[in-house]
């Protein structure tokens, strides 16, 4: 099994997860950044949620890379404002992994679960969303008992 890892984090929470699914699976990452970067989480939030009120996700750094020769793609994220940030949910829209197994990762300071799920089913109708993982500084949930139940 091929796997890649799209990633974004801000602040290295998210990062970390991504390490050790690249460890676990040894699979290929892909870091997606913001042409600009968020800065402090002050400011992203206040960026952030103004590219959301404009309906405007902020610029790519690099455009969507090729998937095609992967079977399992990893999708993680920081929660923001409920949900994917804006900017990476354009990525996953353009990467062209519809039809693939889709292994999600979030984190958050405490809400956002469902919301994500729901914009990932969104994104990717005709994808099969498994084993999502969810952690949150309000209830931690532990990364590598997540890992070691995933069977590819
Ligand atoms: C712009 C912004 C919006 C956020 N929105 C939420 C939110 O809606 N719910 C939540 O529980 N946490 C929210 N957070 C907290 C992050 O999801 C949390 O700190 C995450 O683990 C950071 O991951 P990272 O270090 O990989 O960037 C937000 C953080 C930022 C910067």
Not at 12 to 24: F, N, P, Q, S
Not at 66 to 89: A, E, H, K, R
């Amino acid at each position: 099994m091929k796997c890649a890892v799209i990633y974004y984090s801000k602040s290295g929470v998210t990062k970390k997860i991504a390490e050790k699914v690249k460890a676990a699976f040894d699979a290929d990452v892909y870091s997606v950044e913001p042409e600009k970067p968020y800065g402090s989480y002050l400011s992203a939030v206040v960026r952030a949620g103004l590219e959301k009120l404009a309906g405007k996700p902020a610029a790519l750094k690099t455009a969507a890379a090729d998937f095609s020769s992967y079977d399992v793609v990893f999708i993680g994220f920081p929660v923001w404002y409920g949900t994917l940030p804006d900017f990476l949910q354009e990525y996953v829209k353009n990467a062209g992994i519809a039809g693939k197994r889709v292994i999600p990762f979030a984190t958050a300071g405490a809400n956002g679960k469902e919301g994500s799920l729901k914009t990932l089913k969104k994104l990717l109708p005709d994808s099969e969303i498994t084993d999502y993982f969810f952690t949150s500084n309000r209830e931690p949930a532990d990364p590598d008992a997540w890992i070691k139940g995933i069977k590819l």
